[in-house]
């Protein structure tokens, strides 16, 4: 069935770096996007989304891109920082299903001094 | 702003007990979901409530699970009798109206059930 999933389960990189974290979905009819960072212990929170109008969308420290040719999505992590180290899921929502959210299976971000 | 609440934070049962979780979501917020996260997994939605409505409820095993928001606020999500693959976390979130692509959904902490 339609899925959406990510490229790497782990991703390591060191503080200061910039860090990119890809997840590919499969639904062409998903017209909303969006990342979710959790820490262990805590609920998913929303860092930023973006609509299958647009290709890019910025926020504080982290730009998503949206590739509808190949169904691509990545966020970039500018200066990463330890506070960064969490789990990264990419979620899909698309009309048919109301306003339900499929979510990908995430990546493990970790920052190291 | 207090954000989502549950309770309890923890829970083990033994396989065939029952066990219920109860959410507070942000106030004011319309539309209350119940998600299933089993370890190593993303969210996987089991409920969607707008206000006491039910707006999606196709992946609730509804022959043990079922949940309620009797006054459109508080919400309980129970299981019974359960079973060991329901171990997993339970998330609730909220959001102001539920609308795609303008409402964020706000995560609570979840409940963490264990099944022996």
């Known amino acids: 069935g339609e899925s959406v999933g990510l490229h790497l389960p782990t991703l390591s990189v060191q503080e200061g770096d910039n860090s990119i974290i890809n997840c590919a979905y499969s639904n062409s009819a998903s017209d909303y996007f969006i990342w979710y960072k959790q820490e262990s212990g805590k609920g998913p929170q929303f860092i930023i989304d973006?609509?299958?109008?647009?290709d890019k969308r910025q926020g504080q420290r982290v730009t998503v891109l949206l590739n509808k040719t190949v169904k691509h999505l990545s966020l970039q992590i500018a200066a990463t920082q330890p506070g960064d180290s969490a789990v990264y899921f990419c979620a899909e929502a698309y009309s048919n299903s109301g306003y339900a959210l499929n979510f990908g299976k995430g990546t493990s971000l970790l920052v190291t001094p | 702003e207090a954000g989502v609440a549950q309770s309890p934070r923890y829970k083990i049962i033994e396989k065939r007990q029952s066990v219920a979780f109860w959410c507070n979501p942000i106030?004011?917020?319309?539309?209350l979901y119940w998600y299933q996260q089993i370890l190593g997994q993303g969210p996987k939605l089991l409920i969607q409530?707008?206000?006491?409505?039910?707006?999606?409820d196709s992946q609730l095993p509804k022959d043990r699970f079922s949940a309620e928001r009797l006054k459109g606020v508080d919400s309980t999500l129970k299981i019974q009798p359960a079973k060991l693959e329901d171990s997993a976390v339970y998330l609730c979130?909220?959001?102001?109206?539920?609308?795609?692509?303008?409402?964020?959904?706000?995560f609570g902490p979840g409940t963490r059930l264990t099944v022996l």
């Open positions: 973006i609509r299958s109008n647009m």
């Open positions: 409530f707008q206000n006491n409505g039910v707006v999606d």
């Open positions: 106030s004011g917020h319309a539309t």
């Open positions: 979130a909220s959001s102001l109206l539920g609308n795609l692509g303008t409402d964020t959904q706000y």
